[in-house]
């Protein structure tokens, strides 16, 4: 078990007052709150912070976890020692209704399960089991298919000996067709077995595409960038082109411009309404590199006498 | 391992919860909800509160609210902006996603 520096967590120096220590915590949960925030790892920051703030906001267990003294380093491994905290007395969680399960090895080996954490003995307790949150990494093509996943969860569960453990297991999930980018999915009684008799919580899955090379998604809207050679595009011309199901051959009008919107109806992801293919052509002109290309191009400004400046006003000198 | 297949209820499909059912899977009291509909951070549909009918996306604002509630004790008025902000950046930031490489 690794050493926890929760002066360290909280930003803040070990001689810092109790009204120190709520700034820098409600700044700190402000930053990584899950709800909020947009760092990567928020919601393992916020829980840690969580952990720290119920430790060093309660006087009576700031005063035990400083006893351990301030040798230790973030990471040491540790192992309490024996009596350590003779003399104190804990009074349970803290003033923050923080679900005690959430909290680190570390924390329960100076404080013990708290109150309501489960097990132990305490029946009179009831907790509600922990909610789950995962993200299920889908491609697009399983939106229009449906797809099936197994999800692994690590969540704690108190022993016959009444120790917590954490346990992994998989589910296996069916991803119905149709989702679509952040969709949330709601497993009732998946999450954390609850205690005292309490129900378990739920699991939560947000559904996320997987980036794809040529796909954009946006809602039920599929977009994909379509290069055309500048004949193609003025000409008209019928391509084959990738939908996330296979191909379909497209027919581009004459005078298609860079700016327009081409819809193939109902080729999005499949739902109620299902969504549309949106494919935004981009012209792309060949590279005037040998004398032949050179040539074409200039005969192309001598016989087609193409002004796309003319809303610019300006009188040039022909 | 377990090998039954699970299929849950996709949030914004969910419909028709009540007022008590919706309090039960947020683990929070009626009264909250209450608070939360009079200041307009969620719309059940419906007259009277025993009426009311919730959403699957009622129901993830309404536990976003509750954290916002437990972990920065913010009240409801500015929890109703939070959640009007967070709403507005996710939905720029998926846009922009689309646009980007464009």
């Known amino acids: 078990m690794d ?20 700034r ?31 430790v060093l906001q309660d006087p009576e267990k700031r005063a035990a976890y400083d006893q351990l003294g301030s040798n230790w380093q973030a990471g040491q491994e540790f192992r309490p020692p024996p009596n350590w905290d003779a003399g ?26 708290q109150p309501g954490a489960g097990g132990g003995g305490r029946q009179n307790f009831r907790f509600r089991g922990e909610d789950h949150h995962a993200k299920v990494l889908i491609a697009i093509t399983d939106a229009y298919t ?44 998946q999450g954390s077995p609850g205690s005292g008799g309490a129900e378990a919580g739920d699991l939560y899955l947000e559904i996320e595409f997987e980036p794809h090379p040529l796909f954009k998604v946006h809602e039920r809207d599929v977009y994909l960038e379509l290069p055309l050679t500048t ?7 019928k391509i084959r082109i990738p939908v996330p199901t296979g191909s379909v051959e497209m027919r581009i009008q004459p005078n298609t411009s860079a700016d327009s919107k081409l819809r193939l109806k109902g080729k999005g992801i499949p739902g109620e309404p ?15 590199d040998t004398d032949k290309a050179r040539e074409l191009y200039r005969q192309m400004g001598e016989q087609l006498k193409f002004n796309p400046r003319s809303h610019f006003g300006i009188i040039t000198d022909e | 391992m377990n090998d039954t297949m699970l299929t ?37 549909r419906g007259q009277s509160q025993t009426e009311w009918r919730f959403t699957g996306n009622c129901l993830l604002r309404t536990r976003t609210a509750y954290r916002l509630y437990q972990d920065l004790q913010i009240n409801v008025a500015g929890i109703a902006l939070v959640i009007d902000l967070v709403v507005e950046v996710n939905a720029l930031q998926a846009r922009l996603r689309v646009f980007e490489t464009q």
């Open chain 1, 88 to 113: 104190f007395e804990h009074r349970g969680a803290g003033a923050e209704q923080v679900d005690p399960a959430a909290y680190s090895e570390f924390f329960d080996s100076l404080f013990g399960r």
């Open chain 1, 231 to 237: 004949w193609e595009a003025a000409l008209g011309a």
């Open chain 1, 146 to 189: 449906g797809a099936k996943r197994g999800i692994s969860l690590r969540s704690p569960v108190v022993d016959s000996d009444g120790h917590l453990r954490m346990k992994d297991r998989v589910l296996n999930i069916q991803i119905p067709k149709g989702v679509k980018q952040g969709q949330k999915i709601r497993l009732a009684g």
């Open chain 2, 8 to 44: 849950g209820s996709l949030l914004d499909e969910m419909e028709n919860m009540t007022l008590d059912e919706l309090a039960g899977i947020c683990s929070c009291k009626t009264e909250w909800i209450i608070e939360l509909v009079n200041e307009g951070i969620i719309e059940p």
């Open chain 1, 24 to 54: 820098a915590y409600r700044k700190l949960a402000r930053k990584y709150h899950p709800d909020v925030s947009k760092e990567k790892d928020a919601e393992a920051r916020f829980k840690e912070v969580g952990e720290a703030y119920a």
């Open chain 1, 274 to 288: 299902a969504g549309d293919m949106i494919v935004t052509p981009r012209i792309v002109l060949p590279q005037a």
């Open chain 1, 3 to 22: 050493f926890r520096d929760y002066y360290k967590i909280m930003g803040v120096e070990r001689n810092a007052t109790q009204d120190d220590i709520k």
